[in-house]
């Protein structure tokens, strides 16, 4: 018979939100380690917050998922991230009336910061991080140097999301099924400077850019799906949350369990110098994922306009960590 796997510690941030909503049930049911990994689930919210995250917890333990080996509700970090293997860290300070960039970034050091430290002292030794709240990269840049006993490679941004509606993008557009898509990228930070790049892609197994024109992907394609954000809060009313949560939970299974054969994912990952982005930074590549580890795909052709793509969401970055750094948050 084989030995039961041991339970998986996950920590999910901002529990009670609609992101965490979306994503509770899902780690529950298996959806992202696997069918046969029992999680503890562990729920981590602001004190006002704690009790709707209890009530969530109810309906958790309602749906008698078998593998759910543990639930708990936190408002102190260092408690909710103690013995953690995965964290998703989702809670973050949205933008209100009048907040400038500035204020939402500090806002925002301030979160990721003490979670970066509660991480470093208390987290498993295997701990990996996607960070899901905006801004996405520079939190987990902000998270990664509060944490220096933890490999920075280990705090990841979430562009899974982006990655995925450029696929959905091109199937719409080429009538082909998602399923016979691959090697779609997403380059740089997660906001409307993103570069979703196809030119490397295949559909059916043949050059995507055989099947649409170069006007459609700079005119409709790329600013689609780098605005794809705000297109939903004005068509839905509120920011995307089980779509993103998928993508998250797509994310981190990819991470764990490796992408398969002749394709890869985009992932938000601390530059190692590759493609001139400087080191460091906490910037969307295309990377292929195995037992746990990644790495960033090599040796891609990069065109002139993708250099000025790539090169104007990584100054955007630079101009992040660089606001972090006055705020003496990294
Ligand atoms: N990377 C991506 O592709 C995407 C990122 N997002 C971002 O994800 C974040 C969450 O979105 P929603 O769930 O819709 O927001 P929400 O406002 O519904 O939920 C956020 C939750 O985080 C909690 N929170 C705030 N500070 C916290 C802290 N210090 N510790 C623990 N919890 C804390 C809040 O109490 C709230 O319950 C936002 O920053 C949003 O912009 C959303 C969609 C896609
Ligand atoms: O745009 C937003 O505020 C939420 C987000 O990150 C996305 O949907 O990509």
Redo the contacts with the bound molecule.
């Keep these: 018979m084989d030995t039961p796997a041991a339970p998986v510690t996950v920590t999910v941030t901002g529990a009670a939100g609609q992101i965490g909503y979306a994503l509770l049930f899902r780690i529950a049911s298996g959806a992202m380690l696997g069918p046969e990994v029992p999680v503890r689930l562990r729920l981590l919210e602001v004190p006002a917050a704690a009790r709707a995250a209890e009530g969530t917890v109810l309906e958790l333990m309602d749906c008698a998922f078998p593998l759910v080996a543990g639930l708990d509700v936190f408002d102190d970090p260092a408690k909710a991230f103690d013995g953690a293997n995965v964290g998703l860290l989702v809670g973050a300070r949205?933008r209100g009336p009048g907040m400038e960039r500035a204020d939402l970034l500090a806002a925002n050091g301030g979160i990721f910061s003490v979670q970066g430290r509660a991480i470093n002292d208390g987290a498993a030794g295997d701990f990996k991080a996607v960070v899901v709240g905006?801004p996405?990269n520079t939190n987990a840049l902000i998270a990664a140097s509060h944490a220096p006993d933890v490999p920075a490679s280990r705090f990841t941004a979430m562009t899974r999301?982006?990655h995925d509606?450029a696929v959905a993008q091109l199937a719409a557009k080429t009538g082909a099924p998602v399923s016979a898509i691959r090697k779609v990228a997403i380059w740089g930070n997660?906001?409307a400077s993103q570069y979703p790049d196809i030119t490397h892609a295949t559909v059916d197994g043949g050059p995507a850019t055989d099947l649409v024109d170069q006007s459609w992907i700079a005119g409709e394609f790329i600013p689609r799906v780098a605005k794809?954000?705000?297109e939903?809060?004005s068509v839905r009313g509120g920011?995307?949350a089980a779509?993103?949560a998928n993508a998250a939970i797509a994310h981190m299974r990819l991470w764990v369990h490796g992408t398969r054969a002749g394709d890869w994912t985009s992932m938000a990952v601390p530059s190692d110098g590759s493609y001139g982005v400087p080191e460091g930074l906490v910037s969307s590549f295309p990377v292929t994922t195995a037992a746990g580890d990644y790495n960033i795909v090599q040796g891609l052709d990069i065109s002139v306009f993708a250099r000025g793509r790539i090169d104007a969401s990584v100054a955007e970055l630079a101009s992040e960590r660089d606001a972090v750094k006055g705020l003496g948050l990294v």
């Design positions: 949205p905006n996405a999301l982006d509606r997660h906001s794809r954000g705000a939903i809060i920011s995307s779509s993103a």
